[in-house]
């Protein structure tokens, strides 16, 4: 009698570890990992935070819809290339994704050799060095290429602000040197004059010798590319030595500790960036702003935005179909017209978006497109 019950003591827990392992087994079939390498601390942390909250949100919305569920496994690389390196390789290695999320022009430049040579999805809410564009079929993002962008910002100088005569001073990363090179290009094969070009490393907080030397030149305008530690200290150290003219930007202006901190000395710069304004009365981008304020309790900025359209766009092609690297790049190739936060996108041929940008200025200490309309 004693053997019996060991013998169905056995057999109960040999059918219960079955039937364990069918479930684990399907739940871990229905369940698809996606890697995503952020600058969440370091310098860049304000980026990388902003957006992980952009893709969790979308993450939330997708697994309620989706019949496959999606998790995002986060590496921290501190905006710096070779920490990307080694989180991509135990991404695809280890965790065996078909997809990483990345952050900066130059952590995406720096994976995408490996994402084309191990056939991994690579799509970034936020790169947008030139040379991305011919990284590979397997590498988008769902920003504006420099090339776009700072062509935009030349044209507009010389032709509707009539500056003929302007300097650069820009952050010396894949970043900077994209806007940089484009914004010059441009500007000189117009017919204007690049009165002085500086260059300065991620991080710095002195600028004082950059811009003396730019100031003797007497330029109508300067064209500032970095991000905003950098530049709130330029704005504030253009004050110390007296040294007023036209601010011209990019997208790496557009934050609000810039206003918060800068003060007057951002008053009248004019900047470019990708379309999107928590504002607009618009369903889609109410919708996202008011779901995005309940759950982290602050609006959403351009970075969350994007990645949150990265995220959607990830999950759409999912659940077109794709489960495997190869069949995620074959549908997210195909996107057309999808309509984001961050305005109507598609991708072209070599996975860049194409979508519009928009001229800000900062007037009383806002972001507002311009021209605007003064108010009587």
Not at 5 to 33: D, M, N, R, Y
Not at 163 to 174: E, G, H, L, M, Q
Not at 235 to 252: C, P, V, W
Not at 254 to 263: C, R, T
Request: aromatic share 10%; glycine share 8%.
């Amino acid at each position: 009698m004693k053997k019996t019950w060991i013998w169905i003591i056995i057999i109960a827990a040999v059918a219960l570890a079955t039937a364990l392992f069918i479930t684990q087994t399907k739940k871990e079939s229905e369940e698809i990992k996606i890697g995503a390498i952020l600058p969440l601390t370091g310098d860049a942390a304000i980026y990388g935070q902003e957006m992980k909250k952009g893709i969790d949100l979308a993450l939330e919305e997708i697994n309620k819809k989706n019949k496959v569920r999606i998790r995002v496994i986060y590496e921290d690389d501190q905006g710096i290339p070779r920490n990307a390196v080694s989180a991509a390789q135990k991404l695809i290695t280890y965790n065996k994704v078909p997809v990483i999320i990345c952050s900066l022009s130059s952590i995406t430049l720096a994976l995408a050799p490996i994402a084309q040579r191990e056939k991994v999805v690579l799509i970034s809410p936020s790169a947008s060095a030139p040379e991305i564009t011919y990284a590979g079929e397997f590498v988008f993002r769902v920003w504006p290429s420099d090339i776009f962008e700072g062509g935009e910002m030349a044209k507009f100088a010389f032709n509707n602000l009539k500056i003929s005569k302007t300097a650069i001073i820009y952050v010396n990363n894949d970043y900077g040197k994209g806007l940089e090179q484009v914004f010059r290009r441009g500007f000189e094969e117009l017919g204007g004059t690049i009165l002085a070009n500086e260059g300065y490393e991620f991080g710095a907080t002195d600028f004082r010798t950059q811009l003396s030397k730019i100031k003797v030149k007497k330029p109508e305008a300067l064209y500032i590319v970095g991000y905003w530690k950098e530049i709130i200290q330029i704005l504030r150290q253009m004050k110390e030595i007296d040294f007023h003219t036209q601010i011209l930007s990019a997208i790496g202006f557009k934050e609000p500790e810039i206003l918060e901190f800068a003060g007057q000395e951002a008053e009248g710069a004019i900047l470019t960036g990708p379309f999107y304004d928590p504002h607009i009365k618009e369903e889609i981008v109410q919708d996202f702003v008011t779901r995005y304020k309940v759950k982290f309790n602050e609006e959403p900025g351009i970075w969350a935005a994007h990645s949150y359209d990265a995220m959607k766009i990830i999950g759409l092609s999912i659940e077109g179909g794709g489960s495997t690297s190869s069949e995620i790049q074959k549908v997210m190739s195909t996107i057309k017209d999808f309509k984001g936060v961050t305005g109507i996108m598609s991708f072209d041929e070599h996975g860049d978006v194409i979508k519009p940008i928009r001229f800000y200025t900062v007037k009383n200490k806002k972001f507002i497109p311009y021209p605007y309309e003064e108010k009587q």
